[in-house]
């Protein structure tokens, strides 16, 4: 198990900015694609974005390209992600999760990956 803790979550409004974390335990974290999704209230969970595990490579989904941006530090077994232009319709809350897989892509389903953190709320006002 590799145990996953998000933070940052919080209500802002259209138009902000936010972070948010998430810290991973363990010394394999930087073996990891690490991923962000979300699930919005009576939607299914959905891919906003991915990292390769040495953060050279990053995907992100349509809704999200040019607004967010996935990091990663392994140094301190964090990933991050850093939403600018917030929308409503952003508002969800926010998973991280880890790909143990060796050698993988970055995978768009939730299925792909096998742990996740506990998740951090995201709401933005309009």
């Known amino acids: 198990q590799v145990p996953l803790v998000e933070s940052g979550g919080g209500l802002v409004q259209a138009g902000d900015s936010l972070r948010v974390s998430c810290a991973a335990s363990?010394?394999?974290?930087?073996?990891?694609?690490m991923g962000w999704f979300r699930q919005a209230p009576g939607k299914e969970r959905e891919f906003v974005t991915a990292?390769?595990?040495?953060?050279?490579?990053?995907v992100y989904a349509d809704s999200v390209k040019g607004r967010f941006t996935i990091s990663r530090d392994n140094a301190k077994n964090t990933v991050y992600l850093q939403m600018n232009s917030l929308k409503p319709e952003d508002t969800a809350v926010y998973y991280c999760?880890?790909?143990?897989?060796?050698?993988?892509?970055?995978?768009?389903?939730?299925?792909?990956?096998?742990?996740w953190g506990q998740g951090t709320q995201v709401t933005v006002s309009s």
């Open positions: 990292i390769s595990s040495s953060g050279t490579a990053t």
């Open positions: 363990g010394r394999t974290f930087s073996n990891y694609v």
């Open positions: 999760a880890a790909d143990r897989t060796p050698y993988t892509s970055m995978r768009r389903t939730p299925r792909s990956y096998d742990y």
